[in-house]
Structures are given as structure tokens and as C-alpha cells.
């Protein structure tokens, strides 16, 4: 049970948090990006995305997968049986709950988290910041950013990693290990260039990429940020 949330059953699940009475709410459980130890690139990177998002009533479209979560790093963290995995999908959240204040603080209005790791029930309800949805499984589409549409104004992708093949990527693959290479105009891409194509089909801009130096390589030849 879930006080003062809405739970609606489906492969997709919407996860509604708007009730003061969410203990998590001001509490310590959302750190700033300072205390997660969150590189000065990538904390300048937030500062730029979210400073971009000046108009008060901004809606915000948060992707999150996990291998590029810091601190993830192998199969024990990424992996619902490893034996780091309940370290890790707090990890996560905690670099979704840092960019949901930086959201809030350029006056954001809605935030949407779409769960986008293995199974999609990684980020806990009760440690979501209790201004966010959260979109929980998968839905027909099976896309990482499924449930953007016009209505929102930025899309942040929190958690990325490179895509397949990529020489000292953390964890790089696309989707799967059967797939070695994604082409879109014959432009090889990974599984963020892929949610940028998706988001910008609803004219959605991609407006924060957080995850290793790789990813931000790619990322920076292919999506204007």
C-alpha cells in the first residue's frame, strides 16, 4: 500500500506521488548532486540543461536505465539476482532524485521518471522524489522513453551508456549482447541516440545525457544538446 499514491495495473505502470505526506519529501534522502559524488562535468552539465529550462511550467521527461549509473560496473549491480543490486538500484534513484530537484529548481512543473533498466521495476515508489510519476514495466512499444509526448518540453536521460562494441565503454551494448550494430542513415547509434529519435518525433528535445566519457563522445556527435 502506498499512501496518498495512485496505483494503476497495467504492462506500463503510471506511479503517481503528490501527497505532502510522503516521509521522503524534504528529507535527507535527496541528496544534492554535490554528495552523490557526481563528477564537475557532469554537475555542470545538469546546471546547463536545467538552466536552458527558464519558464516556469516546464515538463520534464526522465529516461533511466542503469549501467551508466556511477558506481555500476558489472553484472553483480545491473543484475536483479546480483549481489550488488539493491546498492545499485539506490544509486539509481538517487541520480534520478538529483536531477528531479535540479528540474524543480528551474521551475519545472511535471516530471515524468519512465523506468528503462532489464524489467522496469528498479526504482523503488517510496524513494522516488514525491514530485515525480513514475512509469513502471514495459508498455506495447517497449521503448526506453514510452510515454513522451508534445506535452513535454525536455527529456533527460540519466543512467546511459555507450553503444555496442565501444572500446572501453562501461558496460556498452545496445539493448542486448546479439546486437552488435544500430544504423539510422547509416549513422551507427547507440540506445541514447535511438531515445532522442523517439523523443524527437514529438518534437521533444533531449536535454541532459548523464553517463560515461564515451556516451558524452557520442552523444555530442550526434544530438545537439
Given at each position: 500500500e502506498n499512501t496518498g499514491r495512485t496505483v494503476r495495473t497495467a504492462p506500463a505502470v503510471l506511479l503517481r506521488s503528490r501527497s505532502k505526506?510522503?516521509?521522503?519529501?524534504?528529507?535527507?534522502?535527496?541528496?544534492?548532486p554535490d554528495s552523490l559524488g557526481i563528477s564537475p562535468f557532469w554537475r555542470s552539465q545538469l546546471a546547463d540543461a536545467t538552466r536552458t529550462q527558464e519558464a516556469i511550467g516546464v515538463n520534464v521527461f526522465i529516461s533511466a536505465d542503469m549501467e551508466g549509473i556511477c558506481g555500476v560496473s558489472s553484472r553483480v549491480h545491473w543484475s536483479a539476482d546480483g549481489a550488488d543490486y539493491k546498492r545499485a538500484r539506490e544509486w539509481?534513484?538517487?541520480?534520478?532524485?538529483?536531477?528531479?530537484?535540479?528540474?524543480?529548481?528551474?521551475?519545472?512543473?511535471?516530471?515524468?521518471?519512465?523506468?528503462?533498466?532489464?524489467?522496469?521495476?528498479?526504482?523503488?515508489?517510496?524513494?522516488?522524489?514525491?514530485?515525480?510519476?513514475?512509469?513502471?514495466?514495459?508498455?506495447?512499444?517497449?521503448?526506453?522513453?514510452?510515454?513522451?509526448?508534445?506535452d513535454f518540453d525536455v527529456v533527460f536521460l540519466i543512467g546511459?551508456?555507450?553503444?555496442?562494441?565501444?572500446?572501453?565503454?562501461?558496460?556498452?551494448?545496445?539493448?542486448?549482447?546479439?546486437?552488435?550494430?544500430?544504423r539510422i542513415n547509416g549513422r551507427s547509434i547507440g540506445e541514447a541516440a535511438w531515445a532522442a529519435a523517439f523523443a524527437g518525433h514529438f518534437g521533444v528535445p533531449v536535454g541532459l545525457v548523464a553517463g560515461d566519457d564515451k556516451l558524452a563522445a557520442q552523444v555530442l556527435s550526434l544530438i545537439h544538446i
Open positions: 505526506r510522503v516521509r521522503y519529501m524534504k528529507s535527507p534522502a535527496f541528496p544534492s539509481m534513484v538517487q541520480e534520478v532524485n538529483a536531477a528531479i530537484e535540479g528540474a524543480l529548481q528551474a521551475g519545472a512543473k511535471r516530471i515524468v521518471v519512465k523506468d528503462a533498466h532489464e524489467s522496469a521495476t528498479n526504482i523503488e515508489l517510496d524513494r522516488l522524489h514525491a514530485m515525480a510519476e513514475l512509469i513502471s514495466g514495459w508498455g506495447p512499444l517497449g521503448s526506453m522513453v514510452e510515454g513522451v509526448n508534445p546511459y551508456h555507450a553503444r555496442a562494441t565501444t572500446v572501453a565503454g562501461t558496460l556498452a551494448h545496445t539493448w542486448s549482447h546479439n546486437v552488435l550494430d544500430l
